[in-house]
């Protein structure tokens, strides 16, 4: 039973352009979203959250936005740059799950130069 | 050190071996969680301790898998009889202490084990 889902494995743009990736969850109880960043024999690394009781947060270039009534929240990369040019992965947790995070399968995003 | 550090950073053994990974957290992060990833997959959540408690083991995929936290710092993720499926890259994250339940996590950059 798959939670968290990223159903686009890979996504391709050009440097300067927006980068949108797409996650969607089927656990309503989860309150709490993540998106990390991996890049290739590291491990992943915290980018930007957003709480339940908010639609959208922002920091820098990165903002996350939470649609709660569609179960599904955005990341929009804007420029988007070659160096954020990895594997996206959007997480989820629940207050009562002790932060146990739920990751989605992640997104390969590729920027062009 | 600064973050999480896991060693070793790959491990090859043949199938029914059994292997040990270790994870030594931040210093003071109180809870520690073990994830693994698989070829083409997502991270999927195996154990998570916090402070004293417990540990919740829920999603460890069989009796085969272990995980240790001696005086509440360094893991021990061990995996007996491995089997080639056990084959993933592990991933240990920390996190700081009780107050911050909602501080993201630190990962390491994980033990690649490939059983043959």
């Known amino acids: 039973d798959q939670q968290v889902k990223q159903n686009s494995p890979s996504l391709s743009v050009q440097e300067g352009r927006i980068s949108i990736l797409n996650c969607d969850y089927t656990?309503?109880?989860?309150?709490?979203f993540l998106w990390y960043k991996k890049y290739p024999a590291e491990g992943p690394t915290f980018l930007i959250s957003?709480?339940?009781?908010?639609d959208k947060n922002e920091d820098g270039r990165f903002t996350v936005f939470l649609n709660k009534s569609a179960k599904h929240l955005s990341l929009h990369i804007v420029p988007s740059q070659p160096g954020d040019s990895a594997v996206y992965f959007c997480?989820?947790?629940?207050?009562?799950?002790?932060?146990?995070?739920?990751f989605g399968e992640g997104t390969q995003l590729t920027v062009n130069p | 050190g600064a973050g999480v550090s896991q060693s070793p950073s790959n491990k090859v053994t043949e199938k029914g071996k059994d292997v040990e990974l270790r994870c030594d957290p931040i210093?003071?992060?109180?809870?520690l969680y073990w994830y693994r990833q698989s070829l083409g997959q997502g991270l999927e959540f195996l154990i998570y301790f916090q402070g004293n408690s417990a540990p919740d083991k829920s999603g460890l995929p069989s009796d085969r898998f272990s995980a240790e936290r001696t005086g509440g710092s360094v893991s021990t993720l061990t995996i007996q009889r491995t089997q080639q499926e056990d084959s993933a890259v592990y991933l240990c994250a920390s996190r700081g202490g009780l107050g911050k339940v909602r501080a993201p996590l630190h990962f390491g950059n994980g033990t690649r084990l490939t059983v043959t």
């Open positions: 656990n309503s109880m989860f309150d709490y």
């Open positions: 957003i709480s339940s009781i908010k």
């Open positions: 997480a989820a947790s629940e207050e009562t799950s002790g932060s146990r995070l739920t």
């Open positions: 210093s003071g992060h109180t809870a």
